[in-house]
């Protein structure tokens, strides 16, 4: 245990224990918190504070004022503040689908419908924060954006992916076999076969000025410039993403509202034919919903008949308009199912006879028989004629037919013949009842009924097809209501239909039905605007035809849309007396009761003038109680007066020509008003209807009303039944929603008395009345809340800032309109759980608060913001806030919190009961005293007041604030209602939240998220009006204002840390909420401030945690909390990386700190600051905030003794790597410098993760697995066996043990001691020793050398330990391994270990996992995303992950080699970042006294690293490494690491038989300078002599793919450089070296033939002893 923490007292220099006993003298309860990794200082120097507790935050703008940069311009200045562009507020004009934006007609509008109006077309006020795309939240690490990233990189050369089997070694080989045939021919083992054999093999290149004596110093920094140059910029670019679902801090940014619309499909009508064509027939599609016994879309009216037919009709027809030509229709469904039809009705021109004499020719005459019938046709035709010439303008039924929508989606074949895919695929594009598309909102309820069973209803997939219906129904004059129809679709679907045995007309319709386009051209909306891409108004249009969708549609309205629909649906004249039986209904909209005052806005059907006065329904013969089946279409006028209303007039149709008979005789008159008590009037209604024309000032009046003198059919009694039906996004039809808009617009207009319903309520009862509908809006129906939503969230707002003045009284609604936007705000939330994000937000609600919202019009002259502002009504007359300080704000910052609210007395002992004290006491409504006041008493900005200050502004604040204005204004409000009063909001909302209580507080908790972005927004919008967005932070908001804040983050901290273990679901939410308000605050606020409230929350959590038996789970919020705050885009700015920790040498002034303490090996308070920047200090964690709090998580989580901890890991590793990754992509920081100083922010991450390296992942494992040494490559590993020679045969014929390479020492040591800690997974270390090598590569040197110095032996071994692992971990993999592994299931393995590790170990319990995966909240799988959750997967194989496995089973050529690329390219990068660290470390080292023990480490590392697959790059450098380290201690290698020059020469000779040439050529020459520095010690080199030839058995013997022809050429070119090493000729190293060269060749040439002769006893025992012999000679 000693030697594991060593580490750790090092940094703290104060023993474990000694800290424990501290912490629990201070606290008691959960043991595992009871702990301090690293304390810093001696206890004599400064209160130290332990990593579980928060430090004070460094006053930020404070410190940036103080500490100037010194650099002027430059890519360090951008790091010191904030962009000045950083947050804009843009006003972006909406995109309008039509070519004219819809707007009422009329220039004179009432004002609910200018405010609706202006809500559909001023701008969307956007806040936008510029960088914000820079944040962690989009970090472009991401698996699908690497590729992008990795473009470009050099292909890395391994000699395991060049295995020597092509073509091109091929012929090199077999010169070679020819050059050395003599082989044979000689004798055996004959010193001339061998010298002969090498004298004719060829060199390797020779590197250049290698024998030159260099001096060290030049040869480093050579090699140095060689190592950094043309090196990968961003190390994380090369290193797979955490396998992570969307991050948590990504908040997406919403939908912009738009109008609904629900899966979309194109009918084309090309041609109606019957067998005989005598007149025209017009026709009619609609949709209808037999189970929900709905028409669920408005009528289509086209005409197919041929111009001759079109002709008989010519004088009763106008021009037709080209609008009421159309063929093809887009129809929209939303909620698709089985039972949807699309019906078909065809009517004719009326004439005498009823519907089945009329169709009798139809069906018996046959179009074959033409010519034998020619005459009885011609007498139909002339018939035909004669009634189109007097009828023309009346219809008749005719026929019917439906088709079943669904059976033709799915048997014109889908893309996928598979439903189920046609399921997903609509969901994907844009299925409506899917979870990315909010848009069209549809309850929770609604979705289980889309689909019943395994149907799928999708419109968006499937081939069009072209459909030919060719029987038709005749209609039937007692069976045309819409119920008789429900009952004939219900019965089509039944095999035994009724229909079928009916005798049909047969006739020719040819109709294509396709989904509709995307952006289909000549298209217009239900109004009759053209959509955009309308090129030329002379094409025949598309009609798109408008939706009654079958259940409500949760989508609030966007466009200006006002129509009326009337269904006249059946009349009883059964008792009326005197002859009236052929009756058609006329309908008329009036503006009055004279006839002239019908107005042209009833839309015309086809082939006629797009608006008319009037509409008739058609006649059923000789019926005196028809049923109708009109469809009547009005244009609504955008302002209704009283004297609007609909006039039925009845008349008899006299089929007969007779004399002195009119043609049609008025039979009766109903009518039905517009307005009622100012509603639109809609609905069922079941009318009595009078016999002679209606009197005077009827039209006000309702026909039940009796009026005297007037004679009714049957008694006044209701005969007439009709339907109106409103699709109005000015008329609310909701009473409760009615009323509230109704006396907020009286307030405007100042109008009294106002008029609701039956009601007249006078101003005197109108704050009463107004506070009541604003309580009442709950009871409204949830489906007009959400239409008018945008609306209605503004006018509850705008009463909060401009409180109305009624009778003279300011009457304060901020509590009303506050808990009615929260009980608005969780009514959306709780009805609509499909439309939510991953954070729980409603996807209304977001769009409302990032497009719509924004602060009403601030000033009475200018303009509003954006057209319109928020009511554009010049009624709110504001005053300028007084410049004096209101009375209110005399705060001394201490006491802040009591002073804002009059009823708390006295200081409160902390801020937390401060707090406390402030919710506790609600006796006051503070809301109704918080209205500025200047004043003669306010003193100056700054001062303090006196005590006697505070007494009176006591009293000041407890009276109304506003009496001072009121003489002033009296005469503004004369003019306007309104007392000049100005709120803020966000100010307002913050109060209210503080003061409320009981279920509005909790209403408000719940969707917390909701009223911060609101508060956001609102202050950055009041910054941007009055132009403050530039002001120092300190002066942008007033205190009593932060005070709130403060309040109201401290008391939701406390909810969470109350409530975590009741509300897990509604907390986690919280938790999140509250820290993205921090977040955005950091963007606007004081940002000390902003600290000091994070500060709070740790405080709040921390005092939690000590009394918690399982601390995870709370611990778990935090680092959420943590993690988002930490996603801010300017977290290294807020981080101070240029501040006073930085050593001297950088260009920021250099201050020492006053708290550091003395270090450990020096005195020097420099080398103290050094240390500092290192360890989790006080000035670290202060200065460095964030990052401090980031990297104390991560410290406290890792520590072994953090029991029930340990299931974060991944989750504490995942945040600290987003974050790497994100600098380390971020275009701001890739300048090297700046760089380093954003390393500079996570220097104490090495001294964490050193403290981990008993439990991390142990990677080496893999190499010696079954024992075997590491040089061995892997694919002899797999084939063991074979024709290996015996690795104690080989060695006992040279006559000594094998160097094994086992793990350091130190290693060994650690691990055994670490077992008893819970170990990481594989994926948490990797990600955390990726994170250690990006600081350690983007760290200064020389600061990282001045740390070393200071290092302990012990810890700087530590630190090798880590660089031994990081090679084992990143080595490369090879190309085959690639091939073998299919990544996907290897992932997929991989996360099932992760998983299953953190079910044993960690906070997860298996029965959790459980629950999890039933609720369907793990993770889902990319072929389920459109299903959300995935409960039913295990029987819908087609849709399980294994599927989707052998889809992707065979990964291309392409991709396996990008990927063996990737790998090459990290392992070369992270293998060059270590070398960089070993080399500091022993120029660090060069210096000290003990330095032994810490090269003989470095040494192990680089022998470890040249052991492993490495890149021809990586060994160059390697090297060069190795040969300097050598030159500068040889004595090192020689006399005191002699297993190391073992291992040395072991690894030299396996790389000099390598097959790529550059690698021979490096390790050929650090053998040949190994030799040449070992004669030069003792003038012999027995030693490398010894080790060599041991090497070579030892490698010859075992390895597989051992090639001689290789070494054979590195022992020629080990040869060369001793005939050329000048310096030397004179000596014996040349003949010795000749000597060992033709040594080592007989000795591989025999090893080699002992291979070939295994099954030769007597050869093997002769080639034994001529091997011993040469050992022999040594």
């Known amino acids: 245990m000693a030697e594991r923490r060593a580490f750790a007292q090092k940094i703290s220099r104060t023993v474990a224990a000694e800290v424990r006993k501290q912490i629990s003298g201070q606290y008691s309860g959960s043991p595992q918190l009871l702990k301090n990794l690293s304390l810093v200082g001696n206890v004599s120097h400064h209160a130290s504070v332990p990593l579980t507790e928060a430090v004070d935050p460094v006053d930020l703008e404070d410190y940036l004022i103080t500490h100037p940069l010194a650099v002027e311009s430059g890519p360090l200045r951008d790091l010191l503040e904030f962009p000045p562009d950083d947050i804009e507020v843009v006003y972006n004009p909406r995109d309008c689908r039509t070519l004219v934006s819809a707007v009422p007609e009329e220039s004179e509008m009432d004002p609910h419908v200018r405010d609706c109006v202006r809500s559909y077309t001023e701008d969307w006020a956007i806040v936008n924060r510029k960088y914000h795309k820079l944040g962690t939240g989009f970090n472009p690490n991401t698996l699908d954006k690497q590729k992008e990233r990795q473009k470009g990189l050099p292909k890395q050369i391994f000699e395991s992916d060049e295995a020597p089997d092509g073509n091109s070694y091929q012929d090199e080989q077999d010169d070679l076999k020819r050059r050395s045939m003599s082989i044979d021919d000689t004798p055996r083992g004959s010193w001339a076969c061998s010298i002969f054999d090498l004298k004719n093999s060829l060199p390797d290149a020779l590197l250049p000025s290698l024998l030159d004596r260099t001096p060290n110093e030049d040869i480093d920094h050579q090699n140095d410039d060689q190592r950094k140059a043309n090196r990968h910029k961003e190390l994380f670019a090369l290193h797979p993403a955490p396998d992570e679902e969307d991050p948590i801090e990504r908040l997406s940014i919403p939908e912009i509202p738009k109008e609904h619309f629900g899966q979309r499909l194109l009918v084309k009508c090309l041609s109606l034919k019957f067998e005989i064509e005598i007149e025209p027939i017009f026709a009619s599609l609609a949709l209808y919903d037999v189970k929900e016994k709905k028409k669920i879309s408005e009528n289509f009216y086209f005409d197919l008949n041929s111009e001759q037919m079109k002709g008989m009709l010519r004088p009763h027809v106008p021009p037709a308009a080209i609008t009421t030509l159309a063929r093809s229709a887009i129809f929209s469904i939303t909620y698709p199912s089985q039972d949807v039809f699309l019906v078909i009705k065809l009517e004719k021109v009326l004439q005498q006879g009823d519907i089945g004499e009329c169709a009798e020719p139809y069906m018996i005459f046959k179009e074959a028989d033409a010519t034998k019938n020619k005459e009885k046709l011609e007498k139909l035709r002339g018939q035909a004629d004669q009634f189109c010439q007097r009828l023309g303008k009346y219809r008749m039924p005719f026929a019917w037919t439906a088709i079943h929508l669904m059976n033709i989606v799915s048997s014109a074949g889908s893309l996928e013949r598979d439903s189920t895919d046609v399921e997903i695929s609509a969901a994907e594009r844009k299925g409506s009842w899917s979870e990315r598309r909010n848009s069209s909102v549809v309850g929770r309820r609604s979705l289980e009924r889309t689909t019943s069973g395994d149907e799928a209803c999708s419109l968006t997939t499937f081939r069009p097809a072209t459909l030919t219906v060719t029987n038709f129904f005749k209609q039937e004059g007692d069976r045309l209501s819409d119920e008789d129809l429900y009952k004939f679709l219900a019965d089509m679907r039944r095999p035994s239909s009724v229909l079928r045995r009916l005798r049909p007309i047969t006739a020719q319709l040819k109709i294509d039905i396709s989904p509709a386009p995307e952006n289909p051209h000549y298209c217009l909306t239900p109004e009759l605007l053209q959509v955009k891409l ?12 408008l939706e009654f969708p079958a259940r409500d549609v949760y989508v609030p309205n966007t466009t200006y849309r006002n129509l009326l629909y009337v269904y006249p649906q059946s ?43 009037e509409a008739y329904t058609a006649v059923v013969y000789h019926n005196r109680s028809p049923d109708f089946h009109e469809e009547i279409k009005v244009k609504l006028p955008a302002t209704l007066t009283d004297h609007h209303h609909l006039l039925f007039t009845f008349y008899h149709v006299s089929c007969q020509q007779k004399q002195n008979t009119p043609l049609e005789t008025p039979v009766g008159y109903t009518w039905i008003p517009m307005l009622q008590n100012g509603r639109l009037k809609t609905g069922q209604f079941c009318l009595p209807v009078s016999l002679e024309k209606p009197p005077q000032a009827y039209s006000v009046l309702s026909p039940e009303v009796p009026l005297p003198g007037m004679k009714w059919v049957d008694n006044h009694k209701g005969v007439f039944n009709v339907e109106v039906i409103a699709v109005s996004s000015i008329h609310t039809q909701d009473p409760y929603l009615d009323k509230f808009f109704a006396l907020v617009n009286a307030l405007d207009e100042h109008m009294f008395p106002v008029r609701i319903g039956d009601m007249r309520i006078m101003e005197n009862n109108l704050e009463n009345e107004l506070k009541s509908s604003i309580s009442a809006l709950n009871s409204s129906q949830l489906e007009p809340v959400v239409r008018f939503l945008h609306l209605l969230l503004d006018k509850l707002i705008l009463l909060v800032v401009r409180p109305p003045v009624i009778a003279g009284q300011i009457v304060n609604l901020g509590q009303a309109s506050f808990e009615a936007m929260a009980s608005i705000v969780n009514r959306l939330h709780k009805s609509l759980e499909g439309s939510q994000d991953q954070h729980g937000r409603n996807g209304l609600l977001t769009s409302y608060v990032y497009y719509v919202f924004r602060l009403p019009n601030t000033r009475p002259s200018s303009p509003s913001p954006g057209p319109g502002g928020l009511g554009g009504s010049v009624h709110y007359a504001t005053m300028a806030r007084s410049a004096v300080r209101p009375a209110s704000l005399h705060l001394n910052r201490s006491r802040s919190l009591s002073n804002s609210n009059p009823d708390i007395s006295g200081t409160p002992t902390s801020p937390d009961d401060e707090v406390r004290s402030i919710i506790g006491s609600k006796g006051l409504d503070r809301s109704n005293s918080w209205v500025n006041t200047g004043g003669p008493k306010a003193a100056p900005w700054g001062s303090n007041p006196s005590p006697s200050a505070e007494a009176t502004q006591a009293m000041d604040r407890s009276c109304n604030r506003m009496s001072s204005h009121t003489e002033t204004s009296s005469f503004l409000q004369t003019l306007t209602g309104r007392l000049p009063t100005k709120k803020l909001f966000h100010e307002e909302l913050a109060l209210q939240w503080v003061v409320c209580s009981g279920s509005v507080r909790e209403a408000a908790l719940q969707q917390a998220w909701f ?10 919008h009041h910054l941007y009006f009055t132009d403050k967005l530039d002001a120092p932070r300190k002066n942008r908001f007033p205190e009593r204002f932060m005070d709130d804040i403060a309040a109201l983050v401290s008391t939701i901290a406390s909810d969470v840390v109350s409530r975590f273990q009741k509300d897990a679901e509604m907390v986690e939410r919280l ?12 963007s606007v606020m004081d940002r000390g401030f902003v600290f000091s409230l994070v500060r709070a929350c740790y405080k709040q959590v921390s005092s939690k945690l000590y009394s918690l038996p399982n601390p995870s789970l709370l611990v778990s919020l935090r680092l959420d909390f943590l993690r988002v705050i930490c996603s801010h885009e300017h977290y290294v700015t807020l981080n101070l990386p240029c501040s006073l920790l930085t050593p001297p040498a950088s260009p920021s002034p250099s201050v020492s700190s006053a708290t550091s303490q003395s270090s450990g090996f020096s005195t020097n308070v420099q080398d103290q600051k050094t240390a500092n920047m290192f360890e989790l200090s006080l000035p670290f964690r202060q200065q460095h905030y964030l990052a401090g709090l980031v990297l104390t998580e991560l410290a406290i989580i890792l520590d072994p003794d953090a029991d029930g901890l340990f299931g974060l890991h991944k989750k504490v590793i995942n945040m600290v790597h987003n974050l790497l990754s994100s600098h380390d992509s971020d275009p701001r920081y890739s300048d090297p410098q700046v760089k380093a100083r954003v390393a500079m922010l996570y220097l104490p991450l090495i001294g964490i993760i050193m403290e981990t390296v008993p439990q991390l992942y142990d990677f080496t494992e893999t190499h010696n697995q079954r024992g075997r040494p590491s040089c061995v490559a892997m694919e002899d590993y797999e084939s063991e066996g074979g024709n290996m020679i015996s690795q104690t045969v080989a060695m006992a014929i040279a006559g000594a043990p094998v160097p094994q390479l086992a793990r350091p020492s130190s290693f060994l040591l650690t691990s055994s001691t670490g077992r008893q800690h819970s170990m990481f997974s594989a994926e948490s270390s990797r990600s955390l020793l990726i994170c250690l090598l990006w600081v350690l590569k983007n760290a200064d040197e020389t600061v990282l050398q001045k740390w070393f110095t200071d290092l302990s032996v012990l810890q700087l071994n530590r630190l090798l330990d880590l660089l031994y692992l990081c090679v084992s971990c990143f080595e490369y993999k090879g190309k085959k391994v690639f091939e073998r592994m299919n990544s996907l299931t290897f992932k997929k393995s991989k996360d099932m270990r992760a998983k299953l590790e953190e079910a044993i170990l960690g906070s997860i319990g298996a029965r959790q996992e459980m629950v999890r995966r039933s609720r369907g909240q793990l993770e889902r799988s990319p072929s389920g995303s459109a299903f959300g959750s995935q409960e039913n997967l295990r029987w819908r194989k087609d849709m399980t992950h294994w599927r989707q496995n052998t889809e992707k089973l065979d990964k291309s050529r392409a991709e396996i080699e990008h990927e063996a690329l990737i790998d090459g390219n990290l392992a070369t990068e992270a293998n060059l970042i270590i070398l960089d660290t070993l080399e500091i470390i022993v120029q660090t080292v060069s210096l000290a006294e003990s330095k032994e023990s810490i090269l003989g480490g470095v040494l192990k590392v680089l022998l470890h690293s040249m052991a492993c697959h490495q890149s021809a790059l990586y060994l160059q450098h390697c090297f060069a490494t190795q040969r300097a380290l050598v030159s500068k201690f040889p004595e090192l290698l020689f006399e005191e690491e002699t297993e190391q020059c073992a291992d040395l020469c072991l690894r030299l000779l396996r790389h ?12 050929s020459a650090s053998l040949y300078l190994l030799m040449r520095q070992n004669f030069e010690i003792g003038n012999n080199f027995a030693r490398v002599k010894m080790q060599v030839t041991m090497s070579l058995s030892s490698l010859v013997g075992t390895s597989q793919s051992f090639n001689e022809e290789f070494l054979r050429r590195s022992l020629k070119t080990i040869l060369t450089y001793a005939e050329e090493d000048l310096e030397l000729r004179e000596t014996t190293f040349p003949d010795q070296v000749q000597d060992l060269v033709f040594n080592l060749h007989m000795i591989l040439s025999d090893t080699v033939k002992m291979k070939e002769h295994q099954e030769d006893p007597e050869m093997l025992i002769d080639l034994m002893y001529s091997l011993s012999a040469r050992y022999q000679r040594l």
Not at 1011 to 1020: D, G, I
């Open 571 to 613: 009349l009883n004249f059964a008792n009326r007396q005197g002859s009236a039986r052929n009756i058609t209904v006329k309908v008329q909209f009036m503006y009055g009761e004279d006839p002239s005052n019908a107005m042209p806005v009833i839309f015309g059907k086809s082939s006629c003038s797009e608006f008319s006065k």
């Open 1552 to 1563: 000099c038989s390598s097959s790529v040439g550059s690698i021979r050529s490096h390790a």
């Open 1071 to 1082: 938790n999140m909420s509250l820290a993205f308000f921090l977040n955005d605050l950091l």
């Open 534 to 545: 309308y090129p030329d108004s002379r094409v025949r249009p598309t009609r798109e035809i």
């Open 1011 to 1020: 009223f911060f972005e609101l508060m956001v927004k609102s202050m950055v």
